[in-house]
Antibody, heavy 120, light 103 residues
Framework: QLQLQESGSGLVKPSQTLSLTCAVSGGSISSGGYSWSWIRQPPGKGLEWIGYIYQTGSTYYNPSLKSRVTISVDRSKNQFSLRLSSVTAADTAVYYC????????????WGQGTLVTVSS | EIVLTQSPATLSLSPGERATLSCRASQSISSYLAWYQQKPGQAPRLLIYDASNRATGIPARFSGSGSGTDFTLTISSLEPEDFAVYYCQRELTFGGGTKVEIK
């Protein structure tokens, strides 16, 4: 059974960089046919896809966040990471890592989510 | 960019009733649509993909239909555990969600 687990700082100061890592277990991040994604959800609001990375290292970012986002993969550790720079209070959210099938971008596995609060 | 509009925002029903949720796309998306269920404090769970295919382990009371721009998620008889928020999704876009609450 595939499992994803987010880790990183739960509190980030405005203008600083948010950094999260997603550890994948029960399967290989190098498996073809999937993308590895970050999705966030502000408190009480809906879901927003941040971006994804393939095992090849190619990435796609939400245009609204593209200038601030970097997603990277570490195959040796079977994990992938998110960096979001110049954060503001609007970036406060639960951040999920997830696996999506390349066909249809359907998300079949999710991490439990981690709350990141942007505050001084 | 595709926009997905879900309606209603909130659906108030009793256990045993039928729930009908709508998702409308701003342009034709063929049958490439998924539905997710999210309960408080939990990650979303994939229910339906390709508009009408149930994901692994999803009960038969959940069904999806539609193609093009209009899609429907139907819960034939609501169980207590079905009261939750439901999202539709196409590629990297999610709808705004429908909350199914107990009447």
């Amino acid at each position: 059974q595939l499992q994803l687990q987010e880790s990183g700082s739960g509190l980030v100061k405005p203008s600083q960089t948010l950094s999260l890592t997603c550890a994948v277990s029960g399967g290989s991040i190098s498996s073809g046919g999937y993308s590895w994604s970050w999705i966030r959800q502000p408190p009480g609001k809906g879901l927003e896809w941040i971006g994804y990375i393939y095992q090849t290292g190619s990435t796609y970012y939400n245009p609204s966040l593209k200038s601030r986002v970097t997603i990277s993969v570490d195959r040796s550790k079977n994990q992938f990471s998110l960096r979001l720079s110049s954060v503001t209070a609007a970036d406060t959210a639960v951040y999920y890592c997830a696996r999506a099938a390349t066909y249809g971008d359907y998300v079949d596995y999710w991490g439990q989510g981690t709350l990141v609060t942007v505050s001084s | 960019e595709i926009v997905l509009t879900q309606s209603p925002a909130t659906l108030s029903l009793s256990p045993g009733e039928r729930a009908t949720l709508s998702c409308r796309a701003s342009q034709s998306i063929s049958s490439y649509l998924a539905w997710y269920q999210q309960k408080p404090g939990q990650a979303p769970r994939l229910l339906i993909y390709d508009a009408s295919n149930r994901a692994t382990g999803i009960p038969a009371r959940f069904s999806g239909s539609g193609s093009g721009t209009d899609f429907t998620l139907t819960i034939s008889s609501l169980e207590p555990e079905d009261f939750a928020v439901y999202y539709c999704q196409r590629e990297l876009t999610f709808g705004g969600g429908t909350k199914v609450e107990i009447k």
